[in-house]
């Protein structure tokens, strides 16, 4: 069989080279990466500041000078985009991230960890997921106010069940893996076995899922923004320009189109790249059988 | 005589439904075993014979309810005892495939067991290579993922690994399972090698007579949890005492069509664990089974010779070299 | 006359960057009350070839030429619907593992009747179920209907898989390592069943296996499969006493099963099976043979004697 071992070996090196292979991941990651780019050279590519005041010229449409218009107070908002992709990534990946992390631990612990302590676990995050999210966000902010920090906690809190529940499944299914039994046939303890056979099994799916979860998050951010329960003005929140914009739309659509663009292209890049992250990364491939 | 490996009335229980039942279902029951230095010994049963489950009791990977496992000369107790045990003593599994880690190539899993360990390791990629060479596999195969193994090259990984720290005793579960039969071939000789070479003792648990035959001193039957008959390969083969012994021997295929079998060796099926069967356990499928079979339990008897037998008409069952008188006077 | 017949059958799998050739110019085939076995080590085509005469090819392989015949029809020249059509009435399959042919929240009762719905249920009734399932040796069939798949043992799945398809009333009955999956006690039953079958069921039997044991207790005829051909086919008899074919002798020969126990080293073959992918010219076996000439390189002759075909171009049928 070792013509078919070689023949279905998408083997971890040919990630890269898989997702470039794949239109939907090339697309996804071409998309993602440009906004990562804005994100971290916002302060050199932005033309202007985007929160500098020119009255005067308020509500231009795009021009020469101004590629994608100015809103109500004159604001650049080519540079208000821009700035606003570092705070939407910003809020995004540090939110999700913590989750990860949060489920990953919370995720590995119940599924290897005993009996009892899985069972308490299990039912927190239960309870946690059953809260309706909108709500429980809306409670969230009333208690601690609207603004970047207690965005970040919310999504946190209402993400990480997810998160430690895949790797809690995940876990359970591998701890009676012919593999988990012989390492412990060899003497290896607990650590070892955790972080060094069951997390590296894992924490595919959960990488897929963060970035599928990523344009929902940068969404809800903007919904929220948009609400003003979120980043609060004068900050470049894409929710923020699209709220001030919705209320010139007649004055002045390119404001509401302008931030919107982001928005949609964000949310498909993300998904996209998790897509093609799927396709790459399910475990071992669909390996060919003939006999 | 100390063995490498002494089992003492080992017995399993899995705990039986229910949170506040006490009702245990036995798997294992009173199980003397020994394997001396550098011996073979085969375990052989059908599946539900609970061989699988002592080669994980013995590892220390299914809780024991009674009984004591001694490792040379010393029972295994606590963490210590047990880190011991898992130090000198390998298992290999049954898919060798399975029982490699996918995200971790080849070169770091035959190296895993000094990392675990902590036995110095200054060369990696040399010791790897080593230990590669020894079950004749090319150095390039270090850089592989189990999955981009055959089933032979996974097979031959596991031998690798079993004996990175030169063991003592390797516990082979069905090592020639899912293998074509030149590659079977292959792995009993890479075996019996490294049993020459290094001094090794094993216990093959497995149902392939033809692999027992090639590579056991010594035969050990187990049904339903119970040791039914042990003894030197060669005799036991050549006049079973048991007649659930001699039924094995006479179901295995024979590639051979003149030697074509025309009547059953053994019918119906192993007894559920949860129904045992009374008195003598076989005598639901025996061929000789009589009165006294059906309520009176025999005992584990003293045949001589090292052999030993369960059943009550050991002697005769012998004598009359047992598998075609049994099955053809039926 | 032939109930089941393939004639130059090749079949491939698309890979990255190239094709795979899995079958190469098989031809065979298999009468009335005859039991054919195909014999052949892993990735030798021979699960391959058995999902083609089925037309159960996975996904990605391709028939590249051939005729398959069934009862006479050229199947693969007939529309899909009617391929399924005929197949259906006239081939039955038994797998490695019973388990994945039932559906496990029916019972077995309910399975086995669907099975017959699907062909025809005015002829059929509970009893005629139970009697099949008593014909293949289930004691007490009556209870057995009314029992979901994971009740049963693996030997029972195994007989209930095949009185399902003993139900169907096929021509053909096609079983794909029906005992690697069981243990030695449960093998010998069902080789024994399969035996009795052959007598008492107007049809032919195709045995895919590895296991030579298998093939010797059961089969009338065997085809030896190396590398996607048939290098050598005969009487089972003719097969195992006078083999010609150098991979057949091989592979007779490093059985643990045959080789007499104390004799030291087992045979083995050396080296691997060829990249179906980047096939060497002439022989496929070329490379492991130790019998190997000049002439091996080149295109090989198919010798053809009473009853027996053998592909070399130093052995003669």
Same mark, same amino acid.
């Given at each position: *069989?070792?013509?078919?071992?070689?023949?279905?070996?998408?083997?971890?090196?040919?990630?890269?080279?898989?997702?470039?292979?794949?239109?939907?991941?090339?697309?996804?990651?071409?998309?993602?990466?440009?906004?990562?780019?804005?994100?971290?050279?916002?302060?050199?590519?932005?033309?202007?500041?985007?929160?500098?005041?020119?009255? $005067?010229?308020?509500?231009?449409?795009?021009?020469?000078?101004?590629?994608?218009?100015?809103?109500?107070?004159?604001?650049?908002?080519?540079?208000?985009?821009?700035?606003?992709?570092?705070?939407?990534?910003?809020?995004?990946?540090?939110?999700?991230?913590?989750?990860?992390?949060?489920?990953?631990?919370?995720?590995?612990?119940?599924? =290897?960890?005993?009996?009892?302590?899985?069972?308490?676990?299990?039912?927190?995050?239960?309870? *946690?997921?059953?809260?309706?999210?909108?709500?429980?966000?809306?409670?969230?902010?009333?208690?601690?106010?609207?603004?970047?920090?207690?965005?970040?906690?919310?999504?946190?809190?209402?993400?990480?069940?997810?998160?430690?529940?895949?790797?809690?499944?995940?876990?359970?299914?591998?701890?009676?893996?012919?593999?988990?039994?012989?390492? $412990?046939?060899?003497?290896?303890?607990?650590?070892?076995?955790?972080?060094?056979?069951?997390?590296?099994?894992?924490?595919?799916?959960?990488?897929?899922?963060?970035? *599928?979860?990523?344009?929902?998050?940068? *969404?809800?951010?903007?919904?929220?923004? =948009?609400?003003?329960?979120?980043?609060?003005?004068?900050?470049?929140?894409?929710?923020?320009?699209?709220?001030?914009?919705?209320?010139?739309?007649?004055?002045?659509?390119?404001?509401?189109?302008?931030?919107?663009?982001?928005?949609?292209?964000?949310?498909?890049?993300?998904?996209?790249?998790?897509?093609?992250?799927?396709?790459?990364?399910?475990?071992?491939?669909?390996?060919?059988?003939?006999? | 005589?100390?063995?490498?490996?002494?089992?003492?009335?080992?017995?399993?229980?899995?705990?039986?439904? %229910?949170?506040?039942?006490?009702?245990?279902?036995?798997?294992?029951?009173?199980?003397?075993?020994?394997?001396?230095?550098?011996?073979?010994?085969?375990?052989?049963?059908?599946?539900?014979?609970?061989?699988?489950?002592?080669?994980?009791?013995?590892?220390?990977?299914?809780?024991?309810? %009674?009984?004591?496992?001694?490792?040379?000369?010393?029972?295994?107790?606590?963490?210590?005892?047990?880190?011991?045990?898992?130090?000198?003593?390998?298992?290999?599994?049954?898919?060798?495939?399975?029982?490699?880690?996918?995200?971790?190539?080849?070169?770091?899993?035959?190296?895993?067991?000094?990392?675990?360990?902590?036995?110095?390791?200054?060369?990696?990629?040399?010791?790897?290579?080593?230990?590669?060479?020894?079950? %004749?596999?090319?150095?390039?195969?270090?850089?592989?993922?189990?999955?981009?193994?055959?089933?032979?090259?996974?097979?031959?990984?596991?031998?690798?690994?079993?004996?990175?720290?030169?063991?003592?005793?390797?516990?082979?579960?069905?090592?020639? #399972?899912?293998?074509?039969?030149?590659?079977?071939?292959?792995?009993?000789?890479?075996?019996?090698?490294?049993?020459?070479?290094?001094?090794?003792?094993?216990?093959?648990?497995?149902?392939?007579?033809?692999?027992?035959?090639?590579? #056991?001193?010594?035969?050990?039957?187990?049904?339903?949890?119970?040791?039914?008959?042990?003894?030197?390969?060669?005799?036991?083969?050549?006049?079973?005492?048991?007649?659930?012994?001699?039924?094995?021997?006479?179901?295995?295929?024979?590639?051979?069509?003149?030697?074509?079998?025309?009547?059953? #060796?053994?019918?119906?099926?192993?007894?559920?664990?949860?129904?045992?069967?009374?008195?003598?356990?076989?005598?639901?499928?025996?061929?000789?089974?009589?009165?006294?079979?059906?309520?009176?339990?025999?005992?584990?008897?003293?045949?001589?010779?090292?052999?030993?037998?369960?059943?009550?008409? #050991?002697?005769?069952?012998?004598?009359?070299?047992?598998?075609?008188?049994?099955?053809?006077?039926? | 006359?032939?109930?089941?017949? /393939?004639?130059?059958?090749?079949?491939?799998?698309?890979?990255?960057?190239?094709?795979?050739?899995?079958?190469?110019?098989?031809?065979?085939?298999?009468?009335?009350?005859?039991?054919?076995?195909?014999?052949?080590?892993?990735?030798?085509?021979?699960?391959?070839?058995?999902?083609?005469?089925?037309?159960?090819?996975?996904?990605?392989?391709?028939?590249?030429?051939?005729?398959?015949?069934?009862?006479?029809?050229?199947?693969?020249?007939?529309?899909?619907?009617?391929?399924?059509?005929?197949?259906?009435?006239?081939?039955?399959?038994?797998?490695?593992?019973?388990?994945?042919?039932?559906?496990? /929240?029916?019972?077995?009762?309910?399975?086995?009747?669907?099975?017959?719905?699907?062909?025809?249920?005015?002829?059929?009734?509970?009893?005629?179920?139970?009697?099949?399932?008593?014909?293949?040796?289930?004691?007490?069939?009556?209870?057995?209907?009314?029992?979901?798949?994971?009740?049963?043992?693996?030997?029972?799945?195994?007989?209930?898989?095949?009185?399902?398809?003993?139900?169907?009333?096929?021509?053909?009955?096609?079983?794909?390592?029906?005992?690697?999956?069981?243990?030695?006690?449960?093998?010998?039953?069902?080789?024994?069943?399969?035996?009795?079958?052959?007598?008492?069921?107007?049809?032919?039997?195709?045995?895919?296996?590895?296991?030579?044991?298998?093939?010797?207790?059961?089969?009338?005829?065997?085809?030896?499969?190396?590398?996607?051909?048939?290098?050598?086919?005969?009487?089972?008899?003719?097969?195992?006493?006078?083999?010609?074919?150098?991979?057949?002798?091989?592979?007779?020969?490093?059985?643990?099963?045959?080789?007499?126990?104390?004799?030291?080293?087992?045979?083995?073959?050396?080296?691997?099976?060829?990249?179906?992918?980047?096939?060497?010219?002439?022989?496929?076996?070329?490379?492991?043979?130790?019998?190997?000439?000049?002439?091996?390189?080149?295109?090989?002759?198919?010798?053809?004697?009473?009853?027996?075909?053998?592909?070399?171009?130093?052995?003669?049928?």
């Amino acid at each position: *069989m070792s013509s078919a071992a070689d023949a279905s070996a998408p083997a971890r090196r040919g990630i890269g080279r898989a997702l470039l292979a794949d239109p939907m991941g090339l697309a996804g990651l071409v998309l993602v990466t440009i906004f990562l780019l804005m994100a971290l050279l916002a302060p050199w590519i932005a033309p202007y500041d985007p929160i500098a005041l020119d009255v $005067k010229a308020k509500f231009q449409p795009p021009s020469a000078a101004h590629w994608a218009g100015t809103d109500h107070l004159g604001r650049d908002l080519l540079s208000r985009i821009i700035w606003g992709a570092r705070l939407a990534l910003g809020i995004a990946i540090t939110s999700v991230g913590i989750a990860g992390a949060i489920g990953l631990v919370l995720g590995l612990i119940a599924g =290897y960890g005993p009996r009892w302590l899985d069972s308490i676990l299990v039912l927190v995050f239960d309870s *946690m997921s059953s809260l309706p999210m909108i709500f429980f966000a809306l409670a969230v902010i009333t208690v601690l106010g609207p603004g970047t920090t207690t965005l970040i906690i919310v999504i946190v809190l209402v993400s990480f069940p997810a998160y430690a529940r895949l790797i809690r499944t995940q876990t359970l299914a591998l701890s009676g893996a012919d593999y988990i039994l012989a390492e $412990k046939a060899m003497g290896a303890g607990t650590g070892r076995i955790i972080f060094r056979h069951l997390l590296p099994n894992v924490v595919g799916p959960l990488v897929i899922l963060i970035c *599928m979860d990523i344009p929902v998050v940068i *969404m809800l951010e903007a919904g929220l923004s =948009y609400l003003n329960l979120g980043v609060k003005p004068p900050s470049p929140s894409w929710g923020n320009i699209l709220s001030e914009g919705y209320n010139a739309l007649r004055q002045a659509p390119h404001v509401v189109i302008v931030a919107g663009i982001p928005l949609v292209l964000a949310t498909l890049g993300f998904t996209f790249l998790g897509e093609g992250l799927r396709d790459v990364l399910d475990p071992r491939g669909a390996g060919r059988r003939w006999g | 005589m100390t063995g490498v490996l002494e089992l003492r009335n080992l017995s399993v229980a899995l705990p039986l439904g %229910g949170f506040f039942s006490r009702a245990r279902l036995p798997i294992l029951l009173d199980v003397d075993l020994s394997v001396a230095r550098g011996e073979s010994v085969a375990l052989v049963g059908e599946s539900g014979s609970g061989k699988t489950t002592l080669a994980r009791a013995v590892m220390g990977l299914q809780h024991v309810t %009674g009984g004591t496992v001694a490792f040379d000369g010393q029972v295994v107790e606590g963490a210590a005892g047990l880190a011991r045990l898992r130090r000198d003593a390998a298992m290999m599994f049954q898919d060798a495939t399975a029982s490699l880690s996918p995200r971790l190539t080849v070169g770091y899993l035959v190296t895993e067991p000094f990392r675990i360990h902590g036995q110095p390791l200054p060369d990696p990629e040399g010791t790897a290579r080593d230990l590669l060479a020894k079950v %004749g596999l090319p150095p390039a195969i270090a850089r592989r993922y189990p999955h981009e193994l055959s089933g032979g090259q996974a097979r031959r990984v596991g031998v690798a690994r079993a004996l990175a720290l030169r063991p003592r005793l390797v516990i082979a579960d069905e090592p020639t #399972a899912g293998l074509d039969v030149s590659v079977q071939a292959e792995v009993l000789n890479l075996m019996s090698d490294l049993r020459a070479e290094m001094g090794l003792a094993y216990l093959i648990i497995t149902h392939n007579l033809a692999l027992v035959r090639h590579v #056991a001193d010594r035969v050990v039957v187990l049904y339903l949890g119970r040791i039914v008959e042990e003894g030197p390969t060669a005799q036991v083969f050549a006049a079973p005492a048991h007649p659930y012994t001699a039924s094995l021997i006479a179901a295995e295929p024979r590639p051979d069509p003149r030697q074509r079998r025309t009547d059953l #060796a053994i019918r119906g099926e192993v007894p559920s664990i949860l129904r045992r069967p009374s008195g003598c356990e076989f005598h639901t499928r025996c061929p000789v089974a009589r009165d006294i079979c059906r309520h009176t339990a025999p005992a584990l008897a003293p045949l001589g010779a090292g052999r030993q037998a369960r059943c009550h008409f #050991a002697d005769q069952q012998q004598n009359q070299q047992g598998v075609k008188h049994a099955v053809e006077h039926r | 006359m032939s109930v089941l017949s /393939v004639e130059d059958l090749s079949v491939s799998y698309r890979i990255p960057g190239g094709r795979l050739r899995a079958v190469r110019d098989v031809s065979l085939s298999v009468g009335r009350g005859e039991v054919l076995g195909i014999m052949g080590e892993s990735g030798c085509g021979k699960s391959t070839l058995a999902a083609a005469m089925i037309g159960l090819l996975p996904a990605g392989a391709s028939v590249d030429g051939g005729v398959i015949r069934l009862n006479g029809a050229d199947m693969l020249r007939l529309p899909v619907d009617e391929q399924r059509r005929l197949r259906g009435q006239s081939v039955a399959m038994v797998f490695q593992d019973p388990m994945t042919a039932f559906n496990p /929240v029916l019972t077995i009762g309910r399975q086995l009747a669907d099975f017959i719905g699907a062909h025809d249920a005015a002829r059929h009734n509970r009893a005629d179920i139970a009697a099949m399932l008593e014909k293949v040796g289930i004691p007490d069939p009556a209870r057995c209907l009314g029992r979901y798949p994971h009740e049963l043992s693996g030997g029972m799945r195994q007989r209930v898989a095949i009185a399902a398809a003993l139900l169907m009333q096929p021509d053909v009955l096609i079983a794909d390592e029906p005992t690697t999956a069981l243990d030695v006690t449960m093998e010998a039953q069902i080789i024994h069943l399969l035996r009795d079958l052959r007598t008492s069921f107007d049809g032919a039997i195709v045995i895919v296996t590895h296991h030579l044991g298998v093939i010797a207790e059961l089969c009338d005829r065997v085809a030896v499969m190396y590398a996607g051909e048939v290098v050598e086919e005969a009487a089972v008899d003719a097969l195992f006493h006078d083999p010609r074919h150098p991979y057949t002798r091989a592979l007779l020969s490093c059985d643990p099963a045959v080789v007499q126990p104390g004799i030291g080293h087992l045979p083995t073959i050396g080296g691997r099976i060829p990249d179906l992918s980047a096939l060497p010219p002439g022989c496929a076996f070329a490379a492991r043979c130790a019998m190997t000439d000049a002439t091996c390189a080149s295109p090989v002759p198919r010798h053809r004697a009473a009853g027996r075909s053998v592909l070399c171009h130093r052995s003669k049928a």
